[in-house]
């Protein structure tokens, strides 16, 4: 597959280049970043260059589609679909540059991702799912806002850096309205 790159009115999500190494290395000093994804920890600079340089193979692949994201020059965050099974499923995953939390970058990068991933012209997905390590508050709020359905706790199921940990899960069907829904994991 070849990569594609999407726009929004203030974003582009595109392939990492070699000039965003230091920023991705910078971002994944962030101890939220190296708690709830699995990058390396120590995460190195060396981590940033391998990373930026397998993405294009990657998507060459079809299976972990990685775009950075940007506003402007500067990197904001990743975001992609992993896990891309040929049958109509895949993961979506992201993470943001401490710096650039809020402001609803991430919802618009998403709901642009989304969209091609579900478009008959993009992946043609029937199922997005989301994962994340229990206590990721932050990443299920976004989840639940982009429509995605709480579906429950996956023991002992991800691995990171601290080992395995419980994860929940939630899906997103191309049918599904994406209004947000209530999670009994959420309070508010």
């Known amino acids: 597959m070849q990569p594609v790159t999407l726009r929004t009115s203030r974003l582009e999500l595109s392939l990492p280049r070699a000039d965003d190494v230091d920023a991705i290395y910078a971002a994944c ?12 920890v120590p995460y190195e600079r060396q981590h940033a260059v391998d990373f930026v340089e397998r993405v294009a193979s990657d998507w060459e692949a079809g ?8 506003e402007g020059e500067h990197l904001v965050g990743t975001l992609g679909f992993y896990r891309v099974d040929g049958r109509g499923a895949g993961e979506i995953g992201y993470w943001m540059a401490p710096r650039f939390r809020g ?4 919802r618009e990068a998403s709901d642009a991702a989304i969209d091609w991933g579900f478009s008959p012209d ?6 997005i799912e989301w994962r994340a390590v229990v206590g990721n508050v932050g990443s299920a709020k976004l989840a639940r806002t982009l429509g ?11 691995t990171g850096s601290q080992g395995r940990d419980d994860g929940w899960i939630a899906g997103l069907l191309a049918t599904d309205d994406r209004r947000p829904q209530p999670w009994s994991v959420l309070e508010d």
Request: aromatic share 10%; glycine share 12%; net charge positive.
């Open 29 to 40: 000093q962030d101890p939220d970043i190296q708690r709830y994804t699995p990058v390396p």
């Open 63 to 70: 299976q972990h589609l990685t775009w950075a994201i940007r």
């Open 148 to 158: 995605f359905r709480y579906e429950g706790l996956l023991r002992q199921a991800l």
């Open 103 to 106: 402001g609803g970058r991430l």
């Open 122 to 127: 993009g992946l043609g997905l029937a199922r």
